[in-house]
């Protein structure tokens, strides 16, 4: 595997510029060039050589181009993957800031850095190591690799299992079973060949029927909690509002147990990158928020348990605990916080369903977007969502066509999308159009795209088709007592139906109908739909359940 490049263009300053990037000459293929002229044809010789760039980086002005934007927007078109940091000389950072950072918001470059005045300037490697880490999430075949997959076929299991991996933070790699890799797990497998195998470090090997049977091997199943210990809180999901809850109340004392169906992040946890969450100058990748999370309520004892369907709630009685079933085991806490997210809903096109997996995907699936290199895609969805992986697929595909039933993104969108979107070639919007139908001969090959003003049709060439259509609250699991909206949303607080009030006030905010159990996130209803309000509704459940745990006063 070729060394990845770091092309550093430095025209007045070359030679700061270079000893600020020293640390990085043994892991990284350091070229020096002056213009962007120079800086295409290294990245030709590169490219040609069977290598990659990781990461652009430039002072703030660039001789030979109309601006740094201008030489960003011919380098992009070479390496759309690679990342890229203008590094502004101290005499230039000041003055040249106001006319460069607003590109930064329309995502044509990263990252506005002060050039390092010195050694040990650990601020600015903080940043270039922090874009290099997400460069790395996204490349086909990582070079640290937590888990070993060994299968002859990339089919949607094994596709599946990638993308679970690679939500919960984990490298992988898939191997040939002729290939090295595959032969060493092979020799650890004591029965016939079965496909996929799955290795993870210090686990023995597992033949995945299921994304399942990889989150229990490496997590473990509740039936390994102490069936005679009632903790004090069960959190049902695993996205924002869970993590944030899990966070809290670990830190403030309570024994807290965290049950999450899929990976670890929920919706989020798929988005390739959030650019308004608070405190996150830079963006921060959903799989990532999602994963320091975790560690912040593992750190205060918090534990998880992933790939684990909660089937059923039953409400304590007369003081006894709240029960949660799986096919594990069950969980018994004191009490339950509702955070189970939404699901995509379905396109309901047949003969689409029956490609999901091959070519077809609900959300983001980020495994499935580095498999779309040179490719024809479509995104359906109007939402943050569905703009953020126009954006990641953007990096690998040919060409990636959002397609909206409004008349417009700007309803749904928040505008920073919007104008990446607009700024970006390989990405376009067809408004007023709906996908109708689609096939191909074991994958998807074509859709069939209606305007919804016309009714006219047209059949385009289609490799990838990701849905993003919006909310379905996961509430099958729950039981009649706890009230529910017209679609299926968990009420809360002064929309609880007024029977359930008690002398005449409603119940606290996030409260439900069932005493000790608890909702917050995007399962309840009227909740904004967005990763901050999600966390902050999280956390803001925890003192109720403080209140509710508390003995009443003699």
């Known amino acids: 595997m070729s060394t990845p490049a770091i092309v550093l263009i430095g025209s007045e300053h070359p030679d700061e510029l270079l000893g600020g990037f020293a640390r990085y000459q043994q892991e990284y293929d350091l070229r020096l060039v002056r213009s962007c002229r120079e800086a295409l044809e290294a990245t030709h010789d590169i490219v040609a050589g069977g290598g990659t760039v990781a990461l652009y980086v430039t002072e703030s002005v660039v001789p030979d181009a109309d601006s740094v934007l201008h030489a960003f927007h011919k380098l992009r078109e070479k390496v759309p993957t690679a990342r890229r940091v203008i590094a502004a000389h101290w005499d230039r950072f000041v003055a040249d800031g106001p006319g460069l950072r607003a590109g930064m918001a329309a995502g044509k470059y990263d990252a506005y850095l002060l050039m390092p005045r010195g050694i040990r300037d650990e601020e600015f490697h903080h940043a270039i190591t922090d874009l290099l880490s997400d460069w790395g999430s996204t490349v086909p075949d990582p070079e640290v690799v937590a888990v070993k997959i060994v299968s002859p076929a990339r089919d949607a299991l094994t ?12 490298p992988s790699r898939v191997y040939p079973p002729d290939s090295d890799g595959g032969r060493y ?61 899990a966070v809290y109340a670990a830190s403030e004392g309570l024994s807290t147990v965290i049950l999450e169906a899929e990976a670890i992040g929920g919706q989020a946890g798929t988005s390739s990158m959030i650019r308004n969450y608070l405190g996150f100058p830079r963006g921060i990748s959903g ?110 595909a040919r060409s990636v066509t959002i397609l909206v039933r409004r008349p417009a993104l700007a309803e749904t969108m928040s505008s920073y999308l919007i104008n990446e979107i607009e700024y970006n070639p390989r990405v376009s919007v067809r408004t007023c159009t709906t996908v109708v139908d689609g096939g191909g001969d074991g994958r998807l090959e074509w859709l069939c795209l209606e305007d919804v003003r016309t009714g006219e049709r047209e059949r385009v060439p289609a490799s990838g088709l990701f849905l993003l259509l919006g909310a379905e609250p996961h509430c099958d699991w729950l039981p009649p007592a706890i009230a529910r909206d017209d679609h299926g949303f968990v009420l809360t607080g002064r929309d609880v139906p007024r029977e359930h009030w008690r002398d005449g006030l409603p119940p606290a905010e996030l409260t439900t109908t069932v005493p000790g159990v608890f909702c917050a996130g995007d399962v309840r209803s009227g909740s904004m739909k967005r990763v901050a309000s999600a966390s902050g509704e999280g956390a803001s459940v925890v003192p109720l359940v403080h209140a509710f745990l508390a003995p009443e006063p003699t």
């Open 159 to 170: 596709l599946g299992i990638r993308d679970f991996l690679d939500r919960m933070g984990m």
């Open 185 to 245: 797990v092979l020799d650890l497998w004591d029965d016939e060949p079965a496909y996929p195998l799955v290795y993870a470090i210090d686990r023995p090997v597992v033949h995945a029927t299921s994304v399942r049977d990889v989150a229990t091997s490496l997590y473990g199943a509740p039936t390994e909690i102490d069936l005679d210990h009632v903790v004090d809180v069960a959190v049902v999901g695993g996205g924002p509002a869970g993590l944030a809850a």
């Open 287 to 396: 799989m990532r928020l999602a994963q320091r999370a975790r560690n912040q309520a593992l750190r205060f004892g918090a534990r998880f348990y992933t790939g684990q369907v909660v089937d059923e709630l039953r409400p304590g009685l007369d003081g006894d605990p709240h029960v949660l079933c799986t096919d594990s085991g069950e969980v018994r806490a004191r009490a339950v916080v509702i955070a189970s997210g939404v699901a995509y809903r379905k396109l309901r096109v047949d003969p689409l369903e029956e490609l999901v997996g091959t070519g077809v995907y609900y959300g983001a699936a980020m495994t499935a977007a580095r498999e779309m290199e040179g490719q024809d895609v479509f995104v359906v969805g109007g939402g943050n969502s569905a703009g953020q992986a126009a954006m990641h697929l953007a990096r690998f």
